[in-house]
């Protein structure tokens, strides 16, 4: 190694490698996918049930990592992500590939190893689906890009659940729909007050693609299928009224909101206090939603 | 604004110092998660053994 040369180049902090897992998309991940597990009417060793978490969390680590490492250049013009290993120069790209394609594979081989092929299969279907059809394919094509690369994230409940039974059911299926349909009021709640930062990317979000108001009017009708997937669990025998209750409360707030959202027009300067409370609101709905589920099960 | 009166460019000792510190502190977390993948890895095979599916 050259101990005297100005060319030195750094290697990259520990922590940026902990950054490139985008560990706050992971928190709503693991727990989505923790409550898919104990939801399920199978139970399963807590060794191993923390063994599937742990890989959906390294899975969903990697599929965040080959994300970035892909996405540097629109990271870089966006305020909001600007400060990544990335963007920042503290990281340079293939370490970040070799990170983000090693964990993804350290993770399915686990899966593999220590759960069953079920759970194996659809982890890696989710960590394929984000970096390919989301990543690389949609979402500098088409304002649909979050509608359809929502997918990827709609997985870890149903991961869960195969982790514990060895099969998918209609109830991970409804998990499922229930996050795939959130996903677009989430996101374009988020899209509505940073649209200067997609639009400068040139990222094609729906409001920089469609305007504001088709936007608002596509996330009044997002939530009415959301809400009934939410709520479908209870009448269909998948679970009881405390589920039932909550869900109905939580799904009548959102709904309240989003229509909020849906008939508003924003004015110059815009301070966008109903968009921002749905996208905070909305992240909230899907942890109380989700940990109803499993409150019910115990329960039961 | 007294960053800029204190940030003076790193001279080449200091780099290299920086470059040895990250990759001891890299060598350091990996061998904590290599350990504490032993760990799992025999965790794992005890509760499979004792399920009766050791495979």
Request: glycine share 8%; with cysteine; net charge positive.
């Amino acid at each position: 190694m050259s101990t005297a040369s100005a060319t030195v180049t750094l290697p990259a902090d520990w922590r940026d490698f902990l950054a490139l897992t985008k560990p706050r998309v992971m928190t709503l991940v693991v727990f989505t996918g923790l409550c898919g597990m104990l939801a399920a009417p199978v139970p399963i060793h807590p060794i191993l049930g923390f063994t599937a978490i742990l890989c959906i969390a390294l899975g969903a680590g990697a599929a965040g990592a080959l994300n970035q490492w892909y996405e540097a250049d629109l990271d870089a013009k966006m305020k909001r992500t600007a400060k990544r290993p990335l963007p920042a120069g503290r990281m340079d790209r293939q370490s970040a590939l070799h990170f983000g394609v090693g964990l993804a594979g350290f993770s399915l081989a686990l899966m593999y190893f220590a759960i069953n092929l079920a759970a194996t299969l659809i982890l890696a279907a989710s960590i394929l689906f984000y970096v390919f059809v989301y990543t690389i394919w949609l979402k500098r094509r088409t304002p649909q890009n979050i509608v359809i690369g929502g997918a990827a994230g709609a997985f870890p409940p149903m991961i869960g659940w195969a982790a514990a039974t060895g099969d998918v059911s209609t109830m991970p299926m409804l998990l499922f729909a229930l996050i795939f349909l959130w996903t677009p009021p989430h996101f374009w709640a988020l899209a509505l007050f940073v649209k200067t930062d997609y639009a400068n990317a040139g990222v094609p979000m729906l409001p920089v693609v469609a305007g504001e108001r088709t936007t608002r009017i596509q996330i009044g009708l997002y939530t009415l299928p959301m809400i009934l997937c939410a709520a479908a669990p209870w009448p269909l025998g998948y679970t009881g009224a405390i589920y039932g209750i909550i869900a109905a409360v939580m799904s009548g707030l959102f709904l309240a909101m989003a229509v909020q959202v849906a008939i508003r027009r924003s004015e110059p300067d815009d301070a966008m206090v109903p968009e921002k409370r749905l996208f905070k609101f909305s992240i909230l709905y899907l942890f109380i939603v989700f940990g109803a589920l499993v409150v019910d099960r115990w329960f039961a | 604004m007294t960053d800029d009166l204190i940030k003076t460019p790193p001279t080449p000792i200091d780099e290299a110092e920086l470059v040895r510190a990250r990759q001891r502190s890299r060598a350091v977390v990996m061998a904590v998660l290599l350990g504490l993948f032993v760990v799992l890895v025999f965790a794992i095979s005890i509760v499979k053994i004792q399920l009766g599916h050791g495979g």
